[in-house]
């Protein structure tokens, strides 16, 4: 900036002159107040005085029109400055007006609600959100949902009252010809689910978890009165990204097997028999985009009780997941060492151990209001990683050896967005099992041979917040010696996200 001298409006006058005016002009205000009148000598003085103050009026006057040109030359400059720097502020707040607008949940009438897999794919956990890991905080998800399932059996009553909640393939019921059918209707909120997240940036890197329960599979409450049901554990873990190529997680979660993201857009929370699915302890290391696991073993055999297994070697895990174009995809190996002991007075009788292996591809896929889902499964030893145990893992022999058998499974499906409001999708699956015949175990014949399951389902969200809908359920179990059953049911479901 120019500098101004603010002296130099009196540069050039005369100091006494100066004086002189001062002494000339009160004396004439003196005069004038009190009516004196000043002598002629003063008078012609004041008169000398005044042509010198009016000359140097006229200098002053001069002096200050250049300084005001100067400094509104300079001020047109802060001016200029000043509007540029509005301006570049004005375009970062249009900047930043849209990525909040973004960032923001949707409202109104015409909000566009969350993608399928944003509120469909609700069954696997979600990473805290994005609004805590920029720092450190805590979060909660989750929502509560009520069911209605009315269900049509072919083959009769089922043992177990877990189906009556959810779809689990094992559990259809398969009598010999001439078996008289049941129905049911089950309202349930078993499956409401809430969740912690925490997130925290620390000199040591990320560190994330998440605690997640639900109430499904209770045995605390009953039906009669209160409807009492005890949580239960579905994830717990604690995550920690030392860097962007690598982390750390440790706790209960998806096995690594399996691609959460390629699971169907249901509305059963366990959904098709031809997925892998299983959630247990784990030590996941991930690096770049390979993840290694150790994970909780657990063998269940044909022939012998579950609790005769025994558990020396962790399940090993190793997964690699890509990306080409829109297109999600994972590939994963798992090796497994089954085994079982029987006792007799702390003495082995019978004891067998196999090595069985298994591989997995799924992926996900979306292109505009479509969203497109894959899994294919096989293996010696899927056994409990596939549709809910669809399939136990082997069998034993008369002689006690374990028989491995070929295990396969797969699924599709299809959802599609057409309004913000309405959603439908379907998904189909099957798994199959080359099941040893009757010379290696005897009853073979009543072991599951095969399934098949479809899910059709419509979706309405008034709000981004609440959904409501229906599924309808087609599942079929056939067994080795030919028999089958079928369940046949209709669901209908309220949910709304807490988060």
């Known amino acids: 900036m120019t500098s101004v001298d603010v002296r130099s409006p009196w540069r050039g006058v005369n100091t006494g002159a100066m004086l002189a005016i001062v002494f000339a002009v009160v004396q004439r205000i003196s005069c004038t107040v009190t009516g004196y009148q000043c002598p002629r000598k003063i008078q012609s003085n004041v008169k000398r005085m005044t042509l010198v103050m009016s000359r140097s009026k006229i200098c002053c006057f001069g002096v200050i029109c250049t300084l005001m040109v100067a400094v509104t030359s300079v001020r047109a400059e802060e001016v200029e400055a000043l509007e540029a720097r509005i301006a570049t502020l004005e375009s970062e707040l249009v900047a930043l007006r849209s990525i909040v607008e973004a960032l923001l949940p949707p409202s109104g009438d015409n909000a566009v609600l969350p993608t399928p897999e944003q509120v469909v794919a609700v069954n696997e956990p979600q990473r805290p959100p994005s609004s805590v890991g920029s720092g450190a905080g805590f979060s909660y998800q989750g929502f509560i949902q009520l069911d209605t399932l009315l269900s049509d059996y072919s083959d009769g009553r089922p043992n177990g009252s877990a189906i009556e909640d959810f779809l689990i393939p094992s559990d259809i019921p398969v009598a010999a010809d001439g078996a008289s059918g049941f129905r049911s209707t089950n309202m349930s909120a078993k499956t409401t689910r809430f969740a912690f997240a925490t997130d925290h940036l620390t000199s040591a890197g990320r560190v994330s978890s998440l605690l997640e329960l639900d109430f499904a599979l209770s045995s605390q409450g ?212 080359d099941v040893p015949g009757e010379d290696v175990y005897d009853a073979a014949g009543l072991m599951p041979e095969s399934y098949a399951t479809g899910h059709f389902n419509l979706w309405y969200r008034p709000t981004p917040s609440l959904a409501l809908g229906s599924e309808y359920i087609r599942a079929v179990k056939r067994l080795e010696n030919g028999n089958s059953g079928s369940l046949d049911r209709l669901m209908l479901s309220v949910r709304y996200n807490l988060k």
């Open 222 to 433: 009953n039906e009669r009165i209160s409807n009492s049901w005890s949580s239960r554990l579905r994830h717990a873990y604690v995550d920690w990204q030392l860097s962007e190529q690598n982390s750390l997680l440790a706790g209960q979660t998806w096995t690594t097997f399996m691609r959460a993201e390629a699971r169907p857009a249901l509305w059963d929370m366990t959904g098709s028999v031809g997925q892998s699915f299983n959630r247990q302890p784990l030590i996941r290391w991930r690096h770049n985009r390979w993840s290694l696991a150790a994970e909780n073993p657990a063998t269940r055999l044909e022939g012998v009780p579950y609790e005769r297994e025994q558990r020396a070697v962790p399940d090993l895990v190793v997964r690699y997941d890509g990306e080409t174009g829109a297109l999600g995809w994972t590939v994963a190996g798992l090796l497994r060492q089954l085994n079982y002991r029987e006792e007799r007075q702390g003495e082995a009788t019978r004891e067998d151990e196999v090595m069985g292996y298994a591989l997995s591809f799924a992926g996900n896929w979306q292109t505009g209001a479509n969203d497109f889902r894959f899994m294919l499964n096989y293996g010696d030893a899927l056994g409990r990683y596939m549709g809910l145990n669809a399939f136990n893992d082997g069998v034993v022999t008369a002689d006690g050896s374990i028989r491995t058998f070929d295990q396969f499974g797969g699924l599709i499906s299809w959802s599609r967005r057409f309004s913000p409001r309405w959603q439908a999708g379907v998904a189909l699956s099957g798994a199959w099992a």
